[in-house]
C-alpha cells in the first residue's frame, strides 16, 4: 500500500495492478481480520473477467462484532466527546491522507467497479477529499439554540450524534459514496459500520486505515465486507444501530426502510435510482446542450444515479441534435482499458449488470424503439462486461427503457412539441433525482425549476455539484440529502434541555 506515484502510462498501470498487494480482509476494532465464519467471495475485474483477489465474507457475527466495537467507541467518548476541533484536525488529516493515496485509490476502484483511472484522478478522489474537508471544516460551526420560553425557564437544544450508524453504499462510486456518507456521520461524533458493496469492497478498507492512520480511535470506523443478504441485512436489521444511511437501487431501499420497522425503527435515509429527464429546448446553445447530454449519460459507463437518460429534445432541432449526438459520442466515448490513463469509458461493473443492460436493449427493440447507435459489444472487447455508448430514438415515455433505470450506457431520446410537453413528461415517472431544461429564456428555465418534480435541476448544466450543494431526491429516488450542512443535521439529532430559574 501507497503507491508513491501517479503511473504515466497504462503500461506503468499494468504493471503495478499485477504486482499490488491487494487487502482481502475486513477492518473492525482498529484492525485487519478474515470474516469469523471463514467465507470468502471473489473479486473479478470486469474489464477482463479474471479474480483478483478472494475477499473475506462478513456475516452475522462479524456485523455483530463490529457494532458492538462501534458501541463501545461511543459510550467510551474516545470519538463522540473528543473536542469538535479534535475531530476537525484527525478528518482534515484524514482528508491529506486520501489526497496522498490517489494512486490506491484509482487503482483498487478502476480494477474492481472498472472505473477509468482519468475518472478516479480527475472526479472521484478530489470529491472526496472536498467532501471530508468540508464536513470536517463544519465540526466547529454547529451550533444548538435557546428558545423563547417563559422568564422563569432556560430552554436550550444540543444537536449530538446518533450512536452507531450503518453505512450501505453502492458500486458505482465506490469510494466516492462512502466519503459522502463518512464525512458527516464521523464528524458529527458518531461511530460507522461501513458495509460496502460486494463488487467494490477493497477502497473502503483502504478508507478505514487511513482514518485510523490520521488518528482516529479503534472502533470508530469500521468495514464489514460481503453480500447485501448477509452483512447488509445483519446490519440494517441490528438492534444496536441507531440509523442506516443507504445509496443503492429503490428495492432495496426500501428493504431498508421494512427493516428499520421490523427491528428497531433506526432512522433511515434513502438515495436511491433515477430517470433523470434532460430537456431540451429549440432557442438553447446546442454546442453545449449536446456536449451535456453525450456526458450526462455516458460518464461512468452510464452507472450514474442521476444520470440524463431520457432526453427530450424540441422537434425544430431534433434531427440535428441527433447527428452532432452521435459525432460527439464516437468523438468522446469510446470504450478501452480503464487503466489507460487516456481512456473515457470502461467496462460494466460485473457479468449480472452486463445482462441486465443487455435485456433492456433487447427490450427497447421490442417495443419499436429506433436504434440509432451501439447496442452491444464494443468491437475487440468482448472478453470485459463492455457495452457500447447506445442510443434509442422514435422512444416513447411510456416504454420499459423510458421508465426503468437501466443503469447503463444507454440514453433514450424523445421529441418534444414545446417545454410544457417535456414538463409533463419529465414528472410522469416514479423517479425525481435529477432533471436539466436547456433554453435561453430565463423565465421559462425558472418556471421548469420550480415546477419539475426532482431533488435537483440544473438549468443549462448538467451534473454541476459541491460539498455545499444537498445531492438527493424526491419520489421514489429517496428521501435524504448527501453533502451540504444539511447532511451534518441527518447524521446527528436534537436534545431538549429545560433549566428551571424560578422567578
Ligand atoms: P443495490 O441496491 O443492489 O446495493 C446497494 C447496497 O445495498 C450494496 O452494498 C448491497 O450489498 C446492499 N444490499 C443489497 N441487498 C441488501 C439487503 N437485502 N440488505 C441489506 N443490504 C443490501 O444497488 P447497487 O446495484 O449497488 O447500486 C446501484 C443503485 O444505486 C442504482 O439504483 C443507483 O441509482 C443507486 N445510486 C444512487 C445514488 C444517489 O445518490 N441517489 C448514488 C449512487 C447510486
Known amino acids: ?53 478472494a475477499m473475506s465474507a ?44 490517489a494512486a490506491d485509490f484509482a ?75 463518512l464525512g458527516p456521520a464521523l464528524a458529527m461524533g458518531n461511530s460507522v459500520v461501513l458495509k460496502p458493496a460486494q463488487q467494490s469492497g477493497m477502497s473502503a478498507v483502504l478508507l478505514a486505515r487511513l482514518f485510523a492512520e490520521a488518528g482516529g480511535p479503534a472502533g470508530v470506523f469500521n468495514v464489514v465486507n460481503g453480500s447485501g443478504a448477509r452483512a447488509g441485512q445483519a446490519l440494517a436489521r441490528h438492534m444496536d444501530v441507531d440509523k442506516i444511511g443507504f445509496t443503492g437501487s429503490v428495492p432495496v431501499g426500501g428493504l431498508m426502510m421494512r427493516y428499520a420497522g421490523e427491528s428497531n425503527l433506526k432512522h433511515v435515509t434513502t438515495e436511491c435510482g433515477g430517470k433523470s429527464p434532460q430537456v431540451i429546448l429549440a432557442d438553447c446553445d446546442l454546442d453545449r446542450a449536446v456536449d451535456n447530454a453525450v456526458h450526462g449519460i455516458y460518464s ?109 450506457p444507454v440514453g433514450v431520446v424523445m421529441p418534444i412539441d414545446d417545454m410544457e410537453q417535456g414538463l409533463e413528461l419529465a414528472n410522469s415517472s416514479i423517479f425525481g433525482l435529477g432533471a436539466s431544461v436547456w433554453t435561453g429564456d430565463l423565465a421559462r428555465a425558472h418556471r421548469f425549476a420550480r415546477d419539475v418534480e426532482s431533488g435537483m435541476v440544473w438549468v443549462n448544466t448538467f451534473f454541476d455539484q459541491d460539498p455545499t450543494a444537498p445531492w438527493g431526491g424526491v419520489k421514489q429516488s429517496g428521501n435524504g440529502r448527501d453533502k451540504c450542512r444539511e447532511a451534518l443535521n441527518q447524521y446527528s439529532q436534537i436534545k431538549s434541555v429545560w433549566v428551571h430559574l424560578g422567578d
Not at 504493471?15 to 481480520?33: H, N, P, V
Not at 475485474?45 to 479474471?50: H, K, L, M, Q, V
Not at 463501545?72 to 489526497?99: N, Y
Open 58 to 101: 462478513g456475516t452475522q457475527v462479524d456485523v455483530d462484532r463490529a457494532v458492538a466495537a462501534a458501541r463501545r467507541a461511543f459510550r467510551a467518548g474516545v470519538w463522540s466527546r473528543l473536542a469538535p476541533r479534535g475531530r476537525m484536525d484527525v478528518l482534515l488529516r484524514f482528508a491529506d491522507l486520501i489526497a496522498a493515496h
Open 300 to 408: 461512468n459507463q452510464g452507472e450514474v444515479c442521476a444520470a440524463g437518460s431520457r432526453i427530450m429534445v424540441e422537434r425544430a432541432i431534433h434531427e440535428e441534435f441527433l447527428q452532432r449526438f452521435i459525432d460527439r459520442t464516437a468523438a468522446l466515448y469510446r470504450p478501452g482499458d480503464p487503466l489507460d490513463p487516456a481512456c473515457g469509458m470502461g467496462p460494466l461493473v460485473d457479468d449480472r449488470q452486463h445482462r441486465t443492460v443487455c435485456g433492456y436493449i433487447a427490450r427497447g427493440l421490442e417495443e419499436g424503439a429506433r436504434l440509432a447507435m451501439g447496442g452491444g459489444a464494443p468491437e475487440g472487447l468482448e472478453e470485459g462486461f463492455y457495452v457500447a455508448p447506445t442510443l434509442f430514438t422514435e422512444a416513447h415515455n411510456d416504454m420499459t427503457i423510458a421508465q426503468e433505470e437501466i443503469f447503463g
Open 107 to 181: 487503482l483498487l476502484d478502476s480494477v474492481e467497479m472498472g472505473k477509468t483511472v482519468s475518472g478516479m484522478l480527475g472526479f472521484d478522489i478530489p470529491s472526496a477529499v472536498a467532501n471530508i474537508r468540508f464536513a470536517a471544516e463544519a465540526i466547529d460551526k454547529v451550533e444548538g439554540a435557546v428558545t423563547a420560553t417563559a422568564r422563569s425557564a432556560l430552554h436550550y437544544t444540543l444537536r449530538q450524534p446518533l450512536g452507531v450508524v450503518g453505512l450501505i453504499v453502492p458500486w458505482n462510486y465506490p469510494m466516492l459514496m462512502a466519503s459522502w456518507k
Open 1 to 53: 500500500m501507497q503507491i508513491s506515484s501517479i503511473p504515466a502510462t497504462a503500461a506503468d498501470w499494468h504493471r503495478l495492478a499485477d504486482g499490488y498487494s491487494y487487502e482481502t480482509r475486513m477492518f473492525i476494532d482498529g484492525a485487519l481480520c478474515d470474516a469469523a465464519e471463514g467465507g470468502r467471495y471473489e473479486s473479478v475485474n470486469p474489464a477482463t473477467g479474471r479474480v483478483i483477489a
